[in-house]
C-alpha cells in the first residue's frame, strides 16, 4: 500500500466524526469481518460509526418483519433455553448501545440470535468502501445519494481496481483481513484491543489463501492471540472447553516464534502446566500447529513430571527432522518425532535444540 495514502487515511479520520463502513457482500464474508475490525477500532478513536449493508447476507442475521415497532432495531433470540433469560444488561458507549444475555441452562450461540436493522438516519462525513473493484458494484442508497459530496476511501485487494476514492489503499498480494490490520495499526497501534483483534484474527485464519497468506500474516496472527484476542468471540478455535480455551490462551504467550521460516518452540514447565492430560497435548498441536498458526515447524517440550521431559517434533524437512533424532533418539515417523528424557532442565534442552537447529 502506498505510504502516502496511509498518511492521507489518517488525516481524514481526524477530520471525520460520522463514518459509514460498506462492505462487500460477494467476498464470502471477509470484507464484513474487516468492516467489523475496523468499526470497533474506530469506535475507540471516538468516532461514530456505522454499517451500511445493501442486504443483509443470511450467514449473518435474518430479518423478522413482522416483530417489533416499526422502523426500530429487533433482536430475536431462537434458543430452547431462550424462555428462561437469568440476565439482561446493557451499555450505552460513544452512541452505541451494547446488550448482554445470560440464560439459564445453556449459553446463547451466535446461529440462535437474529437482527433486524432501521434505518440508517444520521448523515456520514465520510464513506470507507472494502473489497469493492469499482463504483458500480456499490448499490446501497444512502451512498448512491451521498457519493458525489462526500470523499471516499477505498480499501480493495482486487487486482483490477478502478481507483474510485479519494483514498486508494489497494494490495492485490496480501488478504483484505490483512490490509485493514495494517491500516489500523498504522493509524494508531492503541486501537487493537481485544475485540478488534479477535476479528482480524478470525479473517486471516478463515480468508487468507495459500496465495496470499504471507510471513506477515504469521506475523500478526502471534501477535494477535498474544493480545489475547482468543478471550473474544468470534475466534477461530474449535474447542467448547472452557479449560482447553484457557489452556491455550495460557501456553500460546509462552512459543517462541521465528518467522523467518514459520517455525515455534513451545515450553510447557511443569510447575506452570501441572493438570495438563495427553488429550491436551493433542488440542494444542492442532490449534497452534494448524489453525493458528499454519506452522512448518513446531517443537512441544513438555514436563509431564517435574523430573521428566517429552519432545514432540514437527518438520517438514526430513535433514531437520534427523538432526533432533541424533541428539535425542526416540520414536520418529515421516515429519514428526517424540523423545523422551529424564532430566529437569527444561529451558536447557530448548537451548540445545536451537543451537542443533542453527538455522531454525
Request: hydrophobic content about 35%; proline content about 4%; aromatic content about 10%.
Amino acid at each position: 500500500m502506498d505510504l502516502s495514502q496511509l498518511s492521507n487515511f489518517k488525516k481524514i479520520i481526524e477530520r471525520s466524526q460520522k463514518i459509514a463502513l460498506i462492505p462487500s457482500l460477494q467476498t464470502k464474508g471477509e470484507a464484513l469481518l474487516s468492516s467489523l475490525a475496523l468499526l470497533f477500532s474506530l469506535d475507540n478513536f471516538n468516532r461514530k460509526t456505522s454499517l451500511l449493508l445493501a442486504s443483509l447476507p443470511p450467514s449473518v442475521v435474518t430479518v423478522n418483519s413482522d416483530k417489533g415497532w416499526q422502523g426500530k432495531p429487533v433482536i430475536t433470540i431462537d434458543n430452547p433455553s431462550g424462555d428462561k433469560i437469568s440476565q439482561l444488561r446493557y451499555e450505552k458507549n460513544h452512541g452505541r448501545v451494547y446488550l448482554w444475555f445470560d440464560s439459564h441452562d445453556a449459553p446463547l450461540r451466535e446461529e440462535d440470535v437474529s437482527v433486524s436493522f432501521s434505518s440508517f438516519k444520521d448523515t456520514p462525513d465520510l464513506f470507507i468502501c472494502l473489497g469493492f473493484s469499482n463504483l458500480m458494484e456499490i448499490d446501497h442508497s444512502i451512498f448512491q445519494q451521498k457519493k458525489e459530496d462526500l470523499p471516499i476511501i477505498n480499501i480493495d485487494n482486487h487486482p483490477r481496481n478502478e481507483l474510485f476514492g479519494q483514498i486508494n489503499l489497494i494490495d492485490s498480494k496480501s488478504s483484505l483481513t490483512e490490509m485493514t490490520a495494517n491500516i489500523i495499526k498504522d493509524t494508531n497501534e492503541d486501537l487493537i484491543d481485544r475485540k478488534v483483534g479477535a476479528y482480524l484474527l478470525k479473517g486471516l485464519k478463515l480468508y487468507a489463501t495459500h496465495n496470499n497468506f504471507s510471513d506477515r500474516s504469521c506475523q500478526w496472527i502471534a501477535r494477535l492471540v498474544n493480545q489475547e484476542a482468543l478471550a473474544y468471540h468470534p475466534n477461530p478455535c474449535t474447542s467448547e472447553n472452557i479449560d482447553q480455551l484457557i489452556l491455550l490462551e495460557k501456553s500460546i504467550k509462552d512459543i517462541a516464534y521465528y518467522s523467518q521460516n514459520n517455525s515455534a518452540i513451545l515450553t510447557l514447565p511443569y510447575r506452570s502446566y501441572p493438570q495438563i492430560k495427553p488429550s491436551d497435548l493433542v488440542f494444542l498441536i492442532e490449534e497452534i500447529r494448524s489453525r493458528l498458526l499454519e506452522l512448518n515447524n513446531l517443537i512441544i517440550l513438555w514436563q509431564p513430571t517435574d523430573k521428566t521431559i517429552q519432545g514432540i517434533v514437527y518438520f517438514e524437512e526430513d535433514d531437520k527432522l534427523n538432526r533432533v533424532a541424533r541428539f535425542y533418539p526416540g520414536e520418529y515417523h515421516k515429519n514428526r518425532g517424540i523423545f523422551n528424557l529424564n532430566q529437569s532442565e527444561l529451558f536447557q534442552v530448548k537451548e540445545s535444540l536451537i543451537n542443533c537447529l542453527s538455522s531454525f
